[in-house]
Nanobody, 119 residues
Framework: VQLQASGGGSVQPGGSLRLSCVASGNIFSISAVGWYRQAPGTQRGMVAAITTEGRTRYVDSVKGRFTVSSDIAKKMTTLQMNNLKPEDTAVYYC??????????????WGQGTLVTVSS
C-alpha cells in the first residue's frame, strides 16, 4: 500500500491550503486516516483524523480552522486548512491504516508535504 500526498506550499498568514492524499495498492478496507505534522525540532504529532464512520478529531490548535474529510471509494483524504498561522508551518504527513485483501493489517505513511506560513 502506498500513499501519495500533494498540496503543500507557501502561503501568507490567514491564507488557505488543501492537502490531499491518495492510497493505492492492495487495500481491502480502510479503518482510519489521519494527518500529522512535524515542525523543525519537534516530534511528529496528530493534526486531524477521521474514521470510516465519519468520526473526526482535531488537535486543539487547529479546531475551527482545519477540516479533514475522506472519500473511501476513491481512497482519498483531504485536509482543508484555513486561516493559517505561522505556527502551522511544518511538514505534513498523511497516515492510513486498514486491511489488505488476505487479512493483513497495514499502517502506512505518505512522503510528507511542506507547508510554510510566512509573511
Amino acid at each position: 500500500v502506498q500513499l501519495q500526498a500533494s498540496g503543500g506550499g507557501s502561503v501568507q498568514p490567514g491564507g488557505s491550503l488543501r492537502l490531499s492524499c491518495v492510497a493505492s495498492g492492495n487495500i481491502f478496507s480502510i479503518s482510519a486516516v489521519g494527518w500529522y505534522r512535524q515542525a523543525p525540532g519537534t516530534q511528529r504529532g496528530m493534526v486531524a483524523a477521521i474514521t470510516t464512520e465519519g468520526r473526526t478529531r482535531y488537535v486543539d490548535s487547529v479546531k475551527g480552522r482545519f477540516t479533514v474529510s475522506s472519500d473511501i471509494a476513491k481512497k482519498m483524504t483531504t485536509l482543508q486548512m484555513n486561516n493559517l498561522k505561522p505556527e502551522d508551518t511544518a511538514v505534513y504527513y498523511c497516515n492510513v491504516n486498514g486491511w489488505r485483501t488476505g487479512g493483513n493489517w497495514f499502517d502506512v505513511w505518505g512522503q510528507g508535504t511542506l507547508v510554510t506560513v510566512s509573511s
